[in-house]
């Protein structure tokens, strides 16, 4: 089993639609959860971080996270041409310098 | 504030040659991280050190891969010999790390180093 897996893509979505990005992680003891952008060619910048359970919002964006099941997930609202990338759960492990382990990404296009 | 600076940018080598890339933290970070990114696949750490300390190698291919830190600033990340499955891109990364509950987890990353072996 991965440390942290992405559904699988890519994921292609309409203008304006709602895009779903979704990550399960094996690790119960983890404590952080983040989720990074990359465009092609570009290193990863990261758009939240959510540490408890329940949902977080900052703009378009809402992470979700649920430590039972041990997912955690992404939503964009309104989705743009622009947010067409690859998009990285990360998740940092529980110790104090625990490491923080990505998924393998989710390409998201949004078309217009 | 200055980024974390990274070099070179671009490097083409054949196999079973060596090559070294350096990274320069964003200031005052305590934690600086190697990733190393395939084409199509998420970074993957090789190592990650607390000043000058190592905290994590444990997926560092030790054989070829060796790295350090200097002085717990300045980083350079060697590979010798390389191989045709080395090609990807070196991304180095800080963050603040410590205690005292100011570090989010963040991580600031570099443009990263691209590497091809022929």
């Known amino acids: 089993q991965k440390e942290v897996e992405q559904n699988s893509g890519p994921l292609s979505v309409p203008e304006g639609a709602i895009a779903s990005l979704n990550c399960t992680y094996s690790?119960?003891?983890?404590?952080?959860f983040f989720w990074y952008r990359q465009y092609s060619g570009k290193s990863p910048e990261l758009i939240m971080f959510?540490?408890?359970?329940g949902d977080k919002e900052d703009g378009r964006f809402t992470a979700q996270l649920n430590k039972a099941s041990q997912y955690v997930s992404l939503l964009i609202r309104d989705s743009q041409p622009s947010d067409s990338a690859t998009y990285l759960c990360?998740?940092?492990?529980?110790?104090?310098?625990?490491?923080?382990?990505f998924g393998q990404g989710t390409i998201l296009t949004v078309h217009p | 504030e200055a980024g974390v600076a990274q070099s070179p940018r671009y490097k083409i080598i054949e196999k079973r040659q060596s090559v070294a890339f350096w990274c320069n933290p964003i200031?005052?970070?305590?934690?600086l991280y190697w990733y190393q990114q395939i084409l199509g696949q998420g970074p993957k750490l090789l190592i990650q050190?607390?000043?000058?300390?190592?905290?994590?190698d444990s997926q560092l291919p030790k054989d070829r891969f060796s790295a350090e830190r200097l002085k717990g600033v300045d980083s350079t990340l060697k590979i010798q010999p390389a191989k045709l499955e080395d090609s990807a891109v070196y991304l180095c990364?800080?963050?603040?790390?410590?205690?005292?509950?100011?570090?989010?987890?963040?991580?600031?990353f570099g443009e990263g180093s691209r590497l091809t072996v022929l």
């Open positions: 990360a998740v940092k492990g529980g110790t104090s310098y625990g490491k923080l382990t």
């Open positions: 200031s005052g970070h305590a934690t």
């Open positions: 050190f607390q000043n000058n300390g190592v905290v994590d």
């Open positions: 990364a800080s963050s603040p790390g410590g205690s005292g509950g100011l570090d989010t987890g963040e991580l600031f």
């Open positions: 959510i540490y408890s359970n």
């Open positions: 690790d119960r003891g983890s404590q952080s």
